[in-house]
Protein backbone atom coordinates (compact mmCIF):
# COMPACT_ATOMS: atom_id res chain seq x y z
CA UNK A 1 0.00 0.00 0.00
CA UNK A 2 1.31 3.82 -0.07
CA UNK A 3 2.52 5.51 1.78
CA UNK A 4 2.43 8.73 -0.10
CA UNK A 5 0.36 11.88 1.30
CA UNK A 6 -1.23 14.74 -0.08
CA UNK A 7 0.54 18.08 0.32
CA UNK A 8 1.48 19.49 3.84
CA UNK A 9 -1.55 19.44 6.16
CA UNK A 10 -2.35 21.42 9.24
CA UNK A 11 -1.14 19.41 13.06
CA UNK A 12 -5.42 19.09 12.89
CA UNK A 13 -6.67 18.23 9.61
CA UNK A 14 -9.75 17.21 11.01
CA UNK A 15 -10.66 20.87 11.99
CA UNK A 16 -8.46 23.14 9.92
CA UNK A 17 -11.70 24.14 7.28
CA UNK A 18 -15.01 25.17 9.16
CA UNK A 19 -16.77 22.65 7.35
CA UNK A 20 -14.75 20.26 9.08
CA UNK A 21 -15.49 21.85 12.41
CA UNK A 22 -19.09 21.67 11.34
CA UNK A 23 -18.70 18.10 10.67
CA UNK A 24 -17.34 17.40 14.22
CA UNK A 25 -19.91 19.04 16.17
CA UNK A 26 -22.69 17.89 13.40
CA UNK A 27 -21.03 14.16 14.36
CA UNK A 28 -21.12 14.94 17.91
CA UNK A 29 -24.77 15.74 18.23
CA UNK A 30 -26.02 12.89 16.07
CA UNK A 31 -24.02 10.78 18.56
CA UNK A 32 -25.24 12.07 21.77
CA UNK A 33 -29.09 10.80 19.54
CA UNK A 34 -27.71 7.60 19.37
CA UNK A 35 -26.91 7.30 23.17
CA UNK A 36 -30.67 8.16 24.07
CA UNK A 37 -31.54 5.44 21.90
CA UNK A 38 -29.55 2.77 22.83
CA UNK A 39 -30.59 3.95 26.58
CA UNK A 40 -34.16 3.30 25.85
CA UNK A 41 -32.89 -0.31 24.01
CA UNK A 42 -30.99 -1.01 27.42
CA UNK A 43 -34.14 0.08 29.88
CA UNK A 44 -36.31 -2.32 27.99
CA UNK A 45 -33.81 -5.25 28.10
CA UNK A 46 -33.84 -4.49 32.07
CA UNK A 47 -37.31 -4.47 32.42
CA UNK A 48 -37.99 -7.72 30.51
CA UNK A 49 -34.50 -9.88 30.83
CA UNK A 50 -36.31 -11.83 33.73
CA UNK A 51 -39.67 -12.19 31.56
CA UNK A 52 -38.69 -16.13 30.29
CA UNK A 53 -42.15 -17.91 30.88
CA UNK A 54 -41.64 -20.25 27.56
CA UNK A 55 -37.87 -19.87 26.90
CA UNK A 56 -34.08 -20.26 28.49
CA UNK A 57 -32.48 -17.80 30.71
CA UNK A 58 -29.90 -15.44 30.03
CA UNK A 59 -27.75 -17.92 32.33
CA UNK A 60 -28.83 -21.42 30.86
CA UNK A 61 -27.50 -19.83 27.41
CA UNK A 62 -24.91 -17.02 27.37
CA UNK A 63 -21.97 -18.27 26.94
CA UNK A 64 -18.91 -16.47 28.14
CA UNK A 65 -16.46 -17.53 26.71
CA UNK A 66 -17.36 -17.21 23.07
CA UNK A 67 -18.26 -13.09 24.11
CA UNK A 68 -15.23 -12.98 25.75
CA UNK A 69 -13.74 -13.11 22.37
CA UNK A 70 -15.74 -10.94 20.78
CA UNK A 71 -15.02 -8.56 23.46
CA UNK A 72 -11.40 -9.09 23.22
CA UNK A 73 -11.67 -8.54 19.03
CA UNK A 74 -14.05 -5.49 19.29
CA UNK A 75 -11.89 -3.61 21.80
CA UNK A 76 -8.52 -4.52 19.61
CA UNK A 77 -10.57 -2.83 16.62
CA UNK A 78 -10.64 0.77 18.86
CA UNK A 79 -6.87 0.42 19.44
CA UNK A 80 -6.65 0.16 15.81
CA UNK A 81 -8.65 3.00 14.59
CA UNK A 82 -6.72 4.87 17.22
CA UNK A 83 -3.42 4.09 15.50
CA UNK A 84 -5.39 5.19 12.16
CA UNK A 85 -6.24 8.83 13.56
CA UNK A 86 -2.62 9.23 15.25
CA UNK A 87 -1.16 8.06 11.15
CA UNK A 88 -3.67 11.10 9.75
CA UNK A 89 -2.31 13.64 12.45
CA UNK A 90 1.36 12.45 10.89
CA UNK A 91 0.46 12.63 7.62
CA UNK A 92 1.07 9.34 6.68
CA UNK A 93 -1.57 8.25 4.25
CA UNK A 94 -0.30 4.26 3.77
CA UNK A 95 -0.01 3.80 7.56
CA UNK A 96 -3.96 5.40 8.40
CA UNK A 97 -5.44 3.27 5.08
CA UNK A 98 -3.76 0.35 6.53
CA UNK A 99 -4.90 0.52 10.04
CA UNK A 100 -8.79 0.99 9.10
CA UNK A 101 -8.23 -1.97 6.98
CA UNK A 102 -7.52 -4.19 10.01
CA UNK A 103 -10.53 -2.36 12.14
CA UNK A 104 -12.66 -3.39 9.09
CA UNK A 105 -10.99 -6.96 8.96
CA UNK A 106 -11.38 -6.85 13.34
CA UNK A 107 -15.16 -5.45 12.39
CA UNK A 108 -15.88 -8.76 10.33
CA UNK A 109 -14.45 -11.27 12.83
CA UNK A 110 -16.65 -9.49 15.67
CA UNK A 111 -19.80 -9.81 13.45
CA UNK A 112 -19.06 -13.43 12.36
CA UNK A 113 -18.38 -14.24 16.19
CA UNK A 114 -22.03 -12.72 16.99
CA UNK A 115 -23.87 -14.79 13.85
CA UNK A 116 -22.35 -18.16 15.40
CA UNK A 117 -23.63 -16.88 18.63
CA UNK A 118 -27.03 -16.43 17.19
CA UNK A 119 -27.19 -19.12 15.39
CA UNK A 120 -26.70 -21.48 18.55
CA UNK A 121 -28.96 -19.65 20.38
CA UNK A 122 -31.79 -20.55 17.73
CA UNK A 123 -30.57 -24.29 18.15
CA UNK A 124 -31.31 -23.97 21.64
CA UNK A 125 -34.90 -22.94 21.80
CA UNK A 126 -33.60 -19.50 22.01
CA UNK A 127 -35.60 -17.13 19.25
CA UNK A 128 -36.68 -14.07 18.69
CA UNK A 129 -40.73 -14.61 19.73
CA UNK A 130 -39.89 -17.02 22.34
CA UNK A 131 -40.01 -14.71 25.27
CA UNK A 132 -40.04 -11.00 26.33
CA UNK A 133 -36.39 -11.61 27.30
CA UNK A 134 -35.29 -12.86 24.27
CA UNK A 135 -37.14 -10.34 22.05
CA UNK A 136 -35.37 -7.24 23.97
CA UNK A 137 -32.13 -9.36 23.61
CA UNK A 138 -32.15 -9.72 20.10
CA UNK A 139 -33.24 -6.13 19.43
CA UNK A 140 -30.62 -4.67 21.84
CA UNK A 141 -27.27 -6.57 20.38
CA UNK A 142 -28.81 -7.10 17.18
CA UNK A 143 -29.33 -3.44 16.64
CA UNK A 144 -25.82 -2.82 17.77
CA UNK A 145 -24.71 -5.43 15.01
CA UNK A 146 -26.39 -3.29 12.43
CA UNK A 147 -24.09 -0.53 13.88
CA UNK A 148 -20.77 -2.62 13.26
CA UNK A 149 -22.08 -3.27 9.95
CA UNK A 150 -22.47 -0.35 8.54
CA UNK A 151 -19.36 0.99 10.49
CA UNK A 152 -17.91 -1.55 8.41
CA UNK A 153 -19.22 -0.64 4.98
CA UNK A 154 -18.76 3.08 5.97
CA UNK A 155 -14.75 2.65 7.03
CA UNK A 156 -14.55 0.33 3.73
CA UNK A 157 -15.85 3.28 1.75
CA UNK A 158 -13.60 5.87 3.01
CA UNK A 159 -10.59 3.92 2.48
CA UNK A 160 -11.62 3.50 -0.92
CA UNK A 161 -12.09 7.06 -1.14
CA UNK A 162 -8.60 7.97 0.66
CA UNK A 163 -6.69 5.57 -2.19
CA UNK A 164 -8.54 7.93 -5.11
CA UNK A 165 -8.31 11.40 -3.23
CA UNK A 166 -5.28 11.33 -0.11
CA UNK A 167 -5.15 13.04 3.08
CA UNK A 168 -6.41 16.48 2.35
CA UNK A 169 -8.15 19.33 4.40
CA UNK A 170 -11.35 17.62 3.10
CA UNK A 171 -11.13 14.02 3.56
CA UNK A 172 -9.59 14.23 7.01
CA UNK A 173 -12.70 14.97 8.80
CA UNK A 174 -14.39 11.86 7.08
CA UNK A 175 -11.71 9.75 8.64
CA UNK A 176 -12.01 11.31 11.91
CA UNK A 177 -16.07 11.27 12.54
CA UNK A 178 -16.09 7.53 10.96
CA UNK A 179 -13.02 6.77 14.20
CA UNK A 180 -15.53 8.36 16.40
CA UNK A 181 -18.38 6.41 15.70
CA UNK A 182 -16.29 2.73 15.82
CA UNK A 183 -15.18 4.18 19.37
CA UNK A 184 -18.99 4.81 20.26
CA UNK A 185 -20.04 1.37 19.09
CA UNK A 186 -17.08 0.01 21.18
CA UNK A 187 -18.43 1.55 24.46
CA UNK A 188 -21.96 0.55 23.78
CA UNK A 189 -20.71 -2.88 23.38
CA UNK A 190 -18.78 -2.57 26.36
CA UNK A 191 -22.28 -1.64 28.09
CA UNK A 192 -23.92 -5.07 26.66
CA UNK A 193 -21.03 -7.23 27.96
CA UNK A 194 -21.54 -5.85 31.41
CA UNK A 195 -25.34 -5.27 31.38
CA UNK A 196 -26.29 -8.03 29.27
CA UNK A 197 -23.85 -10.89 29.23
CA UNK A 198 -22.47 -11.08 33.18
CA UNK A 199 -25.22 -9.55 35.22
CA UNK A 200 -27.46 -12.43 33.18
CA UNK A 201 -24.85 -14.75 33.55
CA UNK A 202 -24.87 -14.10 37.37
CA UNK A 203 -28.49 -13.67 37.56
CA UNK A 204 -28.79 -10.19 38.48
Known amino acids: MSTHHTGALPANPET????????????????????????????TYIALRNSVPDGPTAQEIFKLKTVGWSTFILLTSS??????????HRNKLGQLLGWLVV????????????IYEFV???????????SAFSTSFYTLV???GAHV?????????????GLKK???????????????????IDLVW?????????????GQ
Open 166 to 184: GLTIVTAPKFYVAALYWHF
Open 120 to 130: EYVHEGHKFTT
Open 16 to 43: ATLEGKNKVLGFWLFLGAEVVLFGCLFA
Open 149 to 161: AFGICWITLLVLQ
Open 142 to 144: GFH
Open 190 to 202: VFIFTVVYLMGKV
Open 79 to 88: LTSVFAIIAM
Open 103 to 114: TVLFGLSFLGLE
